[in-house]
C-alpha cells in the first residue's frame, strides 16, 4: 500500500510539471542552455523527453494501469506525434482521478449509510473542509489583490472594473494575472532581491514579443533591420537578467549544502557518541529503568 501511495504521487506531481512547465529534462548530464525558458513558452512549454524518461514514465504508469501502458509503447512505435498527445493526456487523467481518490479517502475509515454513502461525521467533516478551503481561498484571493495594487496599480484597476461589470471574465483575467505575476509576487516574500529581477524580466520579455509582431508584420526591410537590432539589444539584456537568476538559485544550493553538511557533521558527531560502549550501557540502564517504572493503564475494551 505504501509503495503504491508513493507511485501515486510521483505520478501526481509529474502530472503537474506536465500541466504547467513541460516536462523537464531529468537526465543529470543533459546539458542546461541559457535560453531554455524561452524555448518552453515558444514549443507550448513542451520539452522532447528522452527514451530513458519516457520508459520510466510508461513503467510508473504500468504499475497501475498496465493495460494503458502496453498502449502507449505500441502508439510510440505507430504514430510518434499522436503517442506525445496521449502521454500528456494520461497524465492529466490520472492527475484528476488521483485527486478524486484521495479526497473520498478522508472519510474512509468512517461508517457507510449505505451503496455511495457516507456517515453524518463524514459529511460534516467534508462540509468544513470546504468551508475552511473556501476562506482560504477567498483570502489568498484578497491577498493578491493587494499586492496586485501595491506593486501593478493599472492592472489591478482594470480587473477591479471587471470585476463590477462581467465577473465571468473577471475570473479569466484574474487567472492570467495570476500567470504571469505569480513568480514574482512568491519571490517578494522570499527573496525581494530576486523579485526586482523578476520584474525587470517581464519587462523585457514584453518588449521582446512587441518587436517580434512588428518585425512580422514589418514589409520595409530598413525598418525590419532596425527592429531586429532593437531586438538584439533586448535579448543581450535578458541574457544578462537570465545569467543573474541563475547566479542567484546557484548561491541559495550553495547555502542549503552548507546547511545540509552542517547536519551531517551533527549526526555523526551523535552517532560516533552512540558507537561508545559506556555510554550505550548508561543509555539501556536509563531505558530500562524508565520502562519498568512506567505504571500499567487499565484499557476500556
Excluded at 514579443?209 to 527592429?227: G, R
Amino acid at each position: 500500500m505504501e509503495k503504491r501511495y508513493r507511485n501515486i504521487l510521483v505520478l501526481g506531481v509529474l502530472a503537474a510539471v506536465l500541466l504547467t512547465t513541460g516536462l523537464l529534462c531529468l537526465a543529470a548530464d543533459e546539458k542546461e542552455d541559457v535560453w531554455d525558458e524561452d524555448e518552453l513558452e515558444f514549443k507550448g512549454k513542451w520539452i522532447e523527453p528522452t527514451e530513458e524518461q519516457i520508459e520510466w514514465l510508461l513503467d510508473r504508469i504500468a504499475e497501475t494501469e498496465p493495460a494503458r501502458a502496453d498502449e502507449l509503447r505500441k502508439l510510440r512505435d505507430t504514430n510518434p506525434e499522436e503517442f506525445k498527445v496521449e502521454l500528456r493526456e494520461t497524465m492529466r487523467r490520472f492527475a484528476r482521478q488521483k485527486a478524486g481518490e484521495w479526497m473520498k479517502q478522508e472519510g474512509k475509515d468512517f461508517p457507510l449509510m449505505g451503496p455511495g454513502g457516507r456517515s453524518m461525521r463524514a459529511q460534516r467533516q467534508g462540509r468544513e473542509r470546504g468551508f475552511h478551503s473556501g476562506r482560504q481561498m477567498r483570502e489568498k484571493h484578497t491577498e493578491y489583490i493587494e499586492w496586485l495594487e501595491k506593486n501593478y496599480s493599472d492592472d489591478a484597476k482594470k480587473l477591479a472594473e471587471l470585476r463590477e461589470k462581467d465577473p465571468e471574465l473577471y475570473m479569466r483575467q484574474l487567472g492570467l494575472s495570476l500567470k504571469k505575476y505569480r513568480r514574482i509576487k512568491e519571490a517578494s516574500e522570499e527573496n525581494p532581491q530576486l523579485a526586482e529581477v523578476l520584474k525587470e524580466d517581464l519587462v523585457l520579455k514584453q518588449k521582446r514579443n512587441e518587436l517580434l509582431e512588428q518585425i512580422q508584420a514589418q514589409s520595409d526591410e530598413k525598418k525590419k533591420e532596425e527592429l531586429k537590432k532593437q531586438l538584439q539589444e533586448v535579448l543581450s539584456s535578458r541574457f544578462d537578467i537570465i545569467v543573474r537568476r541563475k547566479q542567484m538559485a546557484y548561491e541559495k544550493m550553495r547555502k542549503h549544502l552548507e546547511e545540509l553538511q552542517k547536519e551531517v557533521e551533527q549526526k555523526e558527531a551523535e552517532v560516533k557518541k552512540w558507537n561508545d560502549t559506556k555510554f550505550k550501557n548508561e543509555s539501556i540502564k536509563e531505558r530500562l529503568e524508565e520502562l519498568l517504572s512506567k505504571p500499567e493503564k487499565f484499557h476500556w475494551e
